[in-house]
């Protein structure tokens, strides 16, 4: 099985490796795009510290949407754990992650051992088929969350909620409500709108909000960012120091505005790249058979968890928990070959 190529020619690891050290080397306007375990995003800050690159996630708007309350307004948040034992009112806001479903389920139907013997209410705000009561006002979900802020602080609103009583009468006998959302579900302005709904319940009882995000690894290489450089993605090394700018280091706005001259690619799961752009000069890691399309340099990569044992965030957790391989195989790791890369690099 053939595991590098430059171009559609067969080549070993470490000639391919070599090619893209020079490659980065020549480059003025390094991107990365990353998608990968604890492990490779730590190998690939590393690498884009070394060549003054900045990164972003492979996919990363859902990212930027579930980082933009942290990094720009903060947020009052709460553990798994805590939501299994003490939330007496779960209310899920927009479409959870099906990666997340089996242990909401298991929540759902289970009572909280601290919550003072009572059980547990479940309601849906805009949300898909499932247990617990809809919440809705017709009108998409950032008008049905504006008008249960307005109705939940006593003002008028235009628009009317299905089952808002209910919902208002739980709340008020909660002891601890627990909101849980996602990046994939809720737009910037909605994540923001439910955190106000949040502050306001905070002035009179406990309440939180549970971020479940549309792609853990991602969430994990996140956390590896911040550790790193204080910073979480899309950040940049291109002045020397990580500098923080969602919008400046976008990478798909930077290959767009073609300020990008170099794209690293790292995808760890099988057909996440197919082909790519022509421009710039790519460089991918992928869990792949073949060259893909018009890259530079191809060299096939693990899955993590699947391949090689691997360092992953949980949302079951809300941390970092290791992982042994599912079907152990000779493929390199993405840390693996980023150090490989790294080595080759000029002193």
């Not at 795009?33 to 990363?60: K, N, T």
């Not at 249960?148 to 299905?162: D, E, H, I, Y």
């Not at 690293?264 to 869990?287: G, H, K, Y």
């Not at 191809?298 to 360092?311: K, L, M, Q, S, Y």
Request: proline share 4%; aromatic share 6%; net charge positive.
């Amino acid at each position: 099985m053939a595991v590098a190529w430059i171009g559609s020619r067969e080549v070993t690891g470490t000639e391919a490796a070599r090619r893209a050290a020079e490659l980065l080397a020549q480059s003025r306007c390094p991107v990365f795009s990353l998608d990968g375990d604890v492990h490779a995003w730590r190998a690939a800050i590393a690498l884009a510290e070394r060549v003054g690159a900045s990164y972003d996630q492979l996919q990363g708007a859902t990212l930027a949407r579930e980082l933009a309350l942290f990094t720009g307004k903060g947020a009052i948040t709460v553990a798994p754990g805590e939501v299994r034992r003490r939330a007496d009112c779960i209310v899920l806001v927009g479409e959870i992650p099906a990666s997340c479903r089996v242990w909401l389920k298991d929540v759902s139907g289970t009572k909280p051992d601290l919550a003072g013997g009572t059980g547990r209410s479940l309601f849906r705000v805009d949300s898909g088929r499932g247990a617990g009561r809809q919440v809705s006002s017709g009108g998409g979900i950032a008008q049905t969350l504006a008008a249960l802020r307005a109705q939940l602080a006593g003002r008028s609103s235009s628009a009317t909620v299905s089952n808002f009583d209910a919902l208002r009468k739980a709340l008020g006998n909660a002891r601890y409500a627990a909101f849980l959302y996602s990046g994939a579900g809720l737009d910037e302005l909605a994540i923001e709108m439910l955190q106000g709904i949040v502050a306001d319940l905070n002035r009179t009882q406990r309440a939180a909000m549970l971020l479940l995000p549309d792609n853990e690894d991602a969430w994990g290489g996140a956390l590896a960012s911040t550790w790193m450089t204080g910073f979480a993605p899309r950040t940049g090394f291109g002045r020397g120091m990580p500098e923080y700018d969602p919008w400046r280091f976008d990478a798909a706005r930077m290959i767009a505005d073609r300020e990008a001259d170099l794209h690293l690619v790292m995808a760890s799961r099988r057909n996440d790249i197919a082909r790519l752009p022509r421009r710039p000069t790519a460089i991918v890691l992928s869990r792949t058979d073949a060259p893909v399309a018009n890259a530079a340099v191809t060299i096939a990569i693990g899955e993590p968890g699947r391949d090689h044992d691997a360092v992953r965030y949980s949302h079951r957790t809300g941390t970092i928990v290791a992982q042994a391989a599912e079907k152990p195989s000779q493929r390199a790791s993405a840390a693996a070959i980023i150090g490989a890369i790294s080595e080759a690099l000029p002193c």
